[in-house]
């Protein structure tokens, strides 16, 4: 399915865009520039529907462009069947699309009418109502310049011969490669990398937070997932409704043009398609790209910084991308070092095209240094995307002084901060955001988990009862909603708060989590058991491999008197988390009921020595040995 008039639109957009002449005759033509702000690690542009803002992903990995199926209602979109059947595949399996006509969509200040998307997935939580996919990046050469926070359509003119690296000044090492012939069955950029020596097809995907491998790809370069290097980095999930488990191992070489990064690491997982790595946010971050279809080349240069950042990352499930899907996603995840700086001068346009024909085209105007406010925050964003949070507050406080009645500016400045440990300084920037804005709902979430880490639960419930008022009740910030209300022992209004999350969420790979938290509140409360060991049970199906779960279906087993299969359950939760509390304290309380008082009075000893005020909880659930 073709998104109509998208690409026809631009494309005479084209003819009036900003162009200047070059090396030997070659024009370069400006015909849009998107406005990029990262969330977290993924690219977000704003596009409007019908009038009203709308957040999308910027995707290059995903077939078409789509919108969430969860979001259409507040669209007052009509969905309807396609003529055919179209499976969206993706991380954890596939989802079943639909469309949508949209009467009035603007993207980069070009008015489209009727345009049509795919309908499929649910967003996974984002704050995004779908994603930008190859139907808009196809549609002439493309140059992702996220570390300034801004994606170009380009328009060459009479470039065959001509290095499309613009922006290199003279000498500045840069690489360019070869790209396959994009088509609409296989719309993706993709290239030939070597890993470890050994050859790889990677795919460009923006829509992936973090570069992943196959497990396939990582065997041809001499690593398997049973080696004593390779360690669990928890699961990674897409459009499907399966979380997969992944990996990261070290890599002695990844190399890709004339650039190679030593000693790095990668995430390993089950990829869909036939890529052997997606190559995600993460490289273009570090790199400025130009994919130039005309020339059937993709040209880039080194920003700095890890190319591949594993490095401080929390620990739990990370969006992971593949061709033919969308995969928007959750938080980044790994613990290990981003790999040493790229190798070697990099400039391989000398092999790619005769010498009388080089030469570097330079568009009318480019974007490398911010001159207002909203270009100071889009780069203190991708800094922030970088874990780069000094400079990221330093151009955050910049469009804070440019703009002092932007609220979201205050509000970016005070998650970098809080990021870059500075819990007080962040404080006041939420309470500045939301003098400016009051219903801002992330200011709002932000100052409560802060409120909480200040050990405020009174404060923090004040925030999430604005929240709890404010937003629909179908919004996906009711997941992270019920977690916080969990977090400040309002365990009936978490319960709330995840039975309106998971109405009609049937394909949300996010449903385990929610299914925990309301099994924990339920299992803490020692109300309808019944049902908390229903929850636990699907969390347990979801997330096999989560001790969470496994801790917290124990707890409802001991309260229900089941006290074989609580210890099974607590030990399986140990065997993945040996240093488990509450599974410790739950399994010794099985142990004393059962008239084991030596291991039980051991168990209770260790988990204590774990978390000290642990017995005082325990005893205020009526959970005493």
């Known amino acids: 399915m073709k998104i109509r008039g998208i690409a026809a639109t631009l494309l005479l957009g084209a003819l009036t865009a900003s162009a200047s002449p070059t090396f030997a005759g070659c024009t370069l033509g400006k015909l849009?520039?998107?406005?990029?702000?990262?969330?977290?690690?993924?690219?977000?542009?704003?596009?409007?529907?019908?009038?009203?803002?709308?957040?999308?992903?910027?995707?290059?990995?995903?077939?078409?462009?789509i919108i969430w199926n969860t979001v259409t209602d507040?669209?007052?979109?009509?969905?309807?069947?396609?003529?055919?059947?179209?499976?969206?595949?993706?991380?954890?399996?596939?989802?079943?699309?639909s469309y949508t006509t949209v009467k009035r969509f603007s993207l980069a200040g070009i008015p489209l009418h009727d345009v049509q998307f795919v309908v499929a997935?649910?967003?996974?939580?984002?704050?995004?109502?779908?994603?930008?996919?190859?139907n808009i990046f196809r549609v002439a050469d493309i140059e992702y310049d996220l570390a300034n926070g801004v994606?170009?359509?380009?328009?060459?003119?009479?470039?065959?011969?001509?290095?499309?690296?613009?922006?290199?000044?003279?000498?500045?090492?840069?690489?360019?490669?070869?790209?396959?012939w994009a088509t609409s069955r296989d719309p993706f950029t993709a290239a030939v990398a070597y890993l470890n020596g050994a050859k790889i097809r990677v795919v460009f995907d923006t829509g992936a937070s973090r570069s992943s491998l196959s497990v396939r790809a990582a065997e041809r370069a001499g690593v398997k997932i049973g080696d004593s290097e390779v360690r669990s980095a928890g699961e990674v999930f897409g459009i499907g409704r399966r979380r997969v488990q992944s990996w990261i191992a070290p890599f002695a070489s990844f190399k890709i043009g004339d650039e190679e990064?030593?000693?790095?690491?990668?995430?390993?997982?089950?990829?869909?398609?036939?890529?052997?790595?997606?190559?995600g946010s993460d490289f273009f971050l570090s790199h400025r790209v130009y994919v130039a279809s005309s020339q059937r080349k993709l040209y880039f240069t080194y920003n700095g910084g890890p190319v591949f950042n594993l490095e401080a990352v929390p620990l739990g499930p990370v969006q992971a991308g593949e061709p033919g899907a969308t995969h928007p996603g959750a938080t980044p995840v790994a613990t290990a070092a981003g790999g040493t700086p790229p190798a070697g001068s990099g400039n391989g346009a000398a092999a790619a095209a005769p010498a009388e024909?080089?030469?570097?085209?330079?568009?009318a105007e480019t974007l490398d240094q911010p001159t207002d406010a909203a270009g100071f925050a889009r780069r203190g964003a991708a800094f922030a995307a970088r874990r780069d949070f000094e400079h990221a507050i330093a151009d955050l406080t910049r469009a804070c002084e440019l703009a002092p009645n932007q609220p979201d500016y205050f509000y970016q400045r005070g998650v970098a901060r809080e990021n870059n440990r500075q819990p007080f300084q962040a404080m006041e920037d939420f309470n500045q955001a939301l003098k400016l804005k009051p219903d801002d709902v992330p200011a709002l979430l932000a100052r409560s988990a802060l409120h909480l880490a200040a050990r405020d639960p009174t404060a923090a419930g004040a925030d999430l009862d604005a929240i709890d008022r404010i937003v629909p009740k179908d919004a996906d910030v009711r997941l992270p909603l019920g977690n916080l209300y969990g977090r400040a022992g309002r365990l009936e209004s978490a319960i709330y708060q995840f039975d309106l999350w998971l109405h009609d969420r049937g394909d949300n790979p996010h449903r385990s989590e929610a299914y925990f938290?309301?099994?924990?509140?339920?299992?803490l409360l020692g109300r309808d058991l019944s049902k908390a060991l229903s929850d636990c049970n699907h969390a347990v199906r979801l997330e096999p491999t989560a001790a969470r779960a496994l801790d917290t279906r124990g707890l409802v087993r001991l309260r229900m008197g089941d006290f074989d299969k609580s210890i099974a359950d607590y030990n399986a939760a140990l065997s993945l988390q040996p240093k488990l509390a509450w599974s410790l304290y739950g399994r010794g309380?099985?142990?004393?009921?059962?008239?084991m008082s030596a291991k039980g009075q051991a168990d209770i000893a260790a988990a204590t020595a774990l978390a000290p005020l642990l017995p005082e909880e325990a005893k205020r659930r009526g959970l005493e040995p």
């Open 32 to 65: 849009a520039e998107l406005p990029v702000t990262m969330s977290g690690a993924l690219p977000m542009v704003t596009a409007q529907i019908n009038g009203v803002d709308a957040r999308f992903i910027a995707d290059s990995g995903s077939f078409n462009s």
């Open 74 to 97: 507040d669209f007052h979109l009509r969905v309807d069947p396609l003529p055919y059947e179209l499976i969206v595949r993706g991380i954890g399996g596939s989802t079943l699309a």
């Open 121 to 134: 997935g649910s967003g996974l939580g984002r704050d995004s109502v779908g994603v930008l996919g190859q």
């Open 151 to 180: 994606i170009r359509l380009m328009r060459p003119k009479d470039c065959n011969k001509t290095v499309l690296a613009y922006w290199v000044a003279d000498k500045q090492p840069y690489s360019v490669i070869p790209i396959d």
């Open 261 to 279: 990064v030593r000693n790095t690491r990668l995430r390993i997982s089950d990829l869909a398609g036939d890529a052997d790595m997606m190559i």
């Open 357 to 363: 024909a080089a030469g570097t085209a330079t568009p």
């Open 517 to 523: 938290g309301r099994c924990r509140a339920r299992a």
């Open 589 to 595: 309380l099985d142990e004393l009921r059962k008239g």
